[in-house]
């Protein structure tokens, strides 16, 4: 989704549905670093890894 100049996609955690935009912080454990086409780039926070989730091509 687009919300003026920044995209945001929709994650779940836990129970919870978020939107998020690069740069933002989840559950003070992880940030969304970078938005790609076809992957997210996080870091988690309390250790400092670096973390990518896939995002499956539209069929």
């Not at 935009?21 to 250790?47: K, Q």
């Not at 670096?50 to 091509?57: A, D, G, R, V, Y």
């Amino acid at each position: 989704m687009i919300d003026g100049d920044k995209t945001l996609v929709f994650l779940s955690l836990n129970q919870d549905t978020l939107s998020a935009g690069a740069g933002d912080t989840l559950s003070n454990a992880y940030r969304l670093e970078l938005i790609y086409e076809s992957s997210l780039a996080f870091t988690y926070l309390p250790l400092g890894i670096q973390q990518t989730l896939s995002i499956p091509s539209k069929p």
